[in-house]
Every structure is written in C-alpha cells, then in structure tokens.
C-alpha cells in the first residue's frame, strides 16, 4: 500500500509575521522572527467541488480531510477517532429569534477539543523524528497530548501550574507522561520546562505549526456540516486562541478552493473578567496584548495569561468584524444548570461562560434576531474532577 499522503496540498511553511517561507518536512518551532509558523497549501479552485464529492465516501474523524492536513505518512498516522463531533440545537434557552447551535467537542478522544490540535502535533513530531514532546498546559492539553505520545510510543512530559486540579496529573500519569507541576501560572510552568533537557519537542499552543492545523478542522466540519453556508457568529472560548486562528485559516482555504464566499462568521472572543488579555486588547484597538497580571479564574481553559499568536487572534477579531467578551465567574453557575435542565447538556465552564456572553451579546442587541450562532462547548466538566 502505498503510505504517503500522496493527496496533500501542503506545499510549505510561512512566517504569521513577516512572510518568510519555511521548509514544510524538518523540524519546525517559531520563525527566526519568533513568531508562529503556518502551514501553507496549494489550493486550486477547480479541486473544490471534487474534494467535495470525495467527502461522501470518507469515515467521520478529522483525517476525512487528509488533502487540507499536513501529515505526510497517512497510512500510519495514530488516530484514535478524533473530530466529527455534533451540532446541537438548542430548543428552548437560545434568545428570542437567534438559532444557536452547540458543537459539542467533549466526544473527543481525553474529553475535549484539544484532542484534534494535539493529534496532529503529535503525528508531526513522530514522523519528523522528535526523540519525545512536551508542553506547558492548563489541563486539557496535557491529558491530549499525553494520550497520542502514548499511541505513538513517545516520551511525554507535561508541566502545568501546582493548583490545576490532581485528576489531571493523576490522569496523565497514567497515559504514561512525566508531569511537572509548579507555583504560579502557565508562564512560570513553561520557564520550568525550558530548563530542562533532553531535546523534547516542545508543542505548546502555536510553538509549533501543527496544532492550528488540527484546530482548523473545527472549521472545516462546521462548513460541511452547515450545508458549506458558514453561521453568522461564532462564539469561542479563548485562551491560546489556537481554534479562532485555525478556523479563520480553514475558512480562507476554503474560500481558495472555491467552496466559501468572502463572508465570514463574526468572531466572538470570549474570556473571563479574571484574565482577559486580548478582550483588552481588542477594546484598546490593540494589535497585540499585555500580559495579564494576577490571573485569576477556576476556568483552567482560559487562565492563559499571555498568548504568543495574540496578534493573529486580534487578526481575525478586525477582519470579520468581530468581538471580545470578558465574562464574571459568578455567572456560570446558574447557566450550567439551566442549561442542563432545560437542554440535556452538560456544559464545562469555559462553554458555559459561552453561553452567558451569548446571552449579553444578545441583549444589547449585537446579536440580533434571525442570526444563527454556533458556540463551543470545548471540553468535559468531568476532566477537572
Ligand atoms: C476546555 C477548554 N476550552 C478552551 C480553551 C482555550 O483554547 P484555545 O487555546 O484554542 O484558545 C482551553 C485551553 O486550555 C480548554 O481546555
């Protein structure tokens, strides 16, 4: 059987910053300007309606996909099933005259979204050679990444912050990983991490070009499963932001492949009034954000004082006209559990406050009747114990 990924379009790697190409099949961290790399692909737009077609007779995971992934060895790429998550309607708690529709990504292989960003950083690292990986991590991150090094039969090592909840660590333990834990924030974890050695390969949120790509197809599934007609918003739940900048680009390269007009859903950056780096930066008319002092929130996802692509994320807010939300802890509670009493859903915090930016989005009127909405409930409650 022939192995390759003989049907990729990746062609090579571009600077976010600056422009600069990049070899697509060595090793990749930042670019020399010390920014995120991307993935670029070759995209023809008389290959759109064709890729389509080809869609209808491929399983239901991420790797349906394959020609918009970068992986080179398709055949023995480790795949635990991740992707393909549902929409759900909500019947009765969506504001008056707005459809919302939930992607609900708790399906995923460790119970959240970072399953798909993870798979594809892991494949990379394997078959580009990494002698093992690791990452700084609020949680979700470790456990994925934890999970496919121990499918691809590689070294892990995750470092998080001390207070991160003990089902996390436990649990990464026992996929195999060395867990670190320290005082502090992601930030302190992550100078621990860069003492150290070994020459692990570090996948930490866009230290690396994979994860977006593995994100990206958030945006993909959404425009397949929508009919290729993209919603009006998309409400997100940001810390790295790793998922608004890898379905801004899934949405580009479809618009290339001659699937998407130029329209574009508006992005709803959503953090908590805790730690809102880039809602500040957004409200400033900032291109990139200050660190955030003192972070302070129980929603682990989104304790992520400082991101490195924050200037891709304040990217897409402009370009799709966009907006920032920064949401009050105390508000989750109550819209957990109507939620769960009036929809059958169990929503995690970081969906939750979702909801609850939606719902003040919706009442000052941004967003408006007629509107349909997607919002991301990213991970389970039950992973933090
Ligand atoms: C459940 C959950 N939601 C959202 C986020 C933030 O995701 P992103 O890095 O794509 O902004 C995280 C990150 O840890 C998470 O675990």
């Given at each position: 059987?022939?192995?390759?990924?003989?049907?990729?379009?990746?062609?090579?790697?571009?600077?976010?910053?600056?422009?600069?190409?990049?070899?697509?099949?060595?090793?990749?961290?930042?670019?020399?300007?010390?920014?995120?790399?991307?993935?670029?692909?070759?995209?023809?737009?008389?290959?759109?309606?064709?890729?389509?077609?080809?869609?209808?007779?491929?399983?239901?995971?991420?790797?349906?996909?394959?020609e918009l992934l970068p992986i080179a060895d398709f055949a023995s790429r480790i795949d635990l099933g991740e992707g393909a998550t549902p929409l759900i309607p909500l019947r009765r708690s969506a504001p008056a005259g707005v459809e919302v529709l939930i992607k609900e990504?708790?399906?995923?292989?460790?119970?959240?979204?970072?399953?798909?960003?993870?798979?594809?950083?892991?494949?990379?690292?394997?078959?580009?050679?990494?002698?093992?990986?690791?990452?700084?991590s609020a949680g979700n991150a470790a456990l994925a990444m934890s999970a496919y090094a121990a499918a691809a039969g590689l070294p892990a090592r995750v470092a998080m912050p001390e207070d991160t909840p003990a089902t996390v660590p436990e649990r990464c333990r026992q996929l195999g990983a060395e867990v670190?834990?320290?005082?502090?924030?992601?930030?302190?974890?992550?100078?621990?991490l860069a003492t150290l050695g070994g020459g692990?390969?570090?996948?930490?949120?866009?230290?690396?070009p994979y994860r977006v790509e593995g994100k990206k197809t958030m945006g993909l599934e959404l425009?397949?499963?929508?009919?290729?007609?993209?919603?009006?918003?998309?409400?997100?739940?940001?810390?790295?932001?790793?998922?608004?900048?890898?379905?801004?680009?899934?949405?580009?390269?479809?618009?290339?492949?001659?699937?998407?007009?130029?329209?574009?859903?508006?992005?709803?950056?959503v953090q908590m009034a805790g730690c809102a780096p880039l809602v500040r930066a957004f409200e400033r008319g900032e291109e990139s954000a200050e660190p955030w002092a003192n972070a302070d929130t129980r929603v682990w996802?989104?304790?992520?004082?400082?991101?490195?692509?924050?200037?891709?994320?304040?990217?897409?807010?402009?370009?799709?006209?966009?907006?920032?939300?920064?949401?009050?802890?105390?508000?989750?509670?109550?819209?957990?559990?109507?939620?769960?009493?009036?929809?059958?859903?169990?929503?995690?915090?970081?969906?939750?406050?979702?909801?609850?930016?939606?719902?003040?989005l919706a009442a000052a009127g941004t967003i408006s009747e007629g509107e349909r909405v997607v919002l991301f409930q990213t991970g389970d409650p039950a992973n933090y114990g």
């Open positions: 059987m022939n192995k390759a990924n003989d049907k990729r379009w990746a062609r090579r790697l571009i600077c976010s910053r600056t422009g600069e190409p990049g070899e697509l099949d060595q090793p990749a961290f930042l670019s020399p300007a010390g920014a995120p790399w991307l993935v670029e692909y070759e995209l023809d737009p008389s290959a759109g309606e064709g890729w389509k077609r080809s869609l209808a007779h491929r399983g239901w995971s991420l790797w349906r996909y394959r990504e708790t399906g995923n292989p460790t119970g959240s979204f970072k399953a798909r960003g993870l798979s594809l950083a892991v494949n990379r690292a394997r078959e580009l050679g990494a002698p093992g990986v690791e990452l700084t670190l834990t320290r005082p502090g924030t992601l930030i302190d974890a992550g100078a621990h692990y390969w570090n996948l930490s949120t866009l230290k690396e425009a397949e499963q929508l009919g290729w007609e993209l919603p009006d918003w998309i409400v997100y739940p940001t810390g790295g932001g790793t998922g608004i900048v890898g379905m801004h680009k899934a949405f580009a390269e479809l618009e290339a492949l001659g699937l998407l007009s130029s329209k574009r859903p508006r992005f709803v950056v996802g989104l304790r992520v004082p400082k991101a490195i692509g924050d200037f891709l994320v304040l990217r897409a807010l402009r370009e799709t006209a966009g907006t920032a939300v920064a949401v009050e802890e105390a508000k989750l509670p109550e819209v957990t559990a109507r939620m769960a009493r009036s929809e059958g859903l169990r929503l995690g915090p970081e969906g939750a406050a979702c909801m609850v930016a939606l719902e003040e």
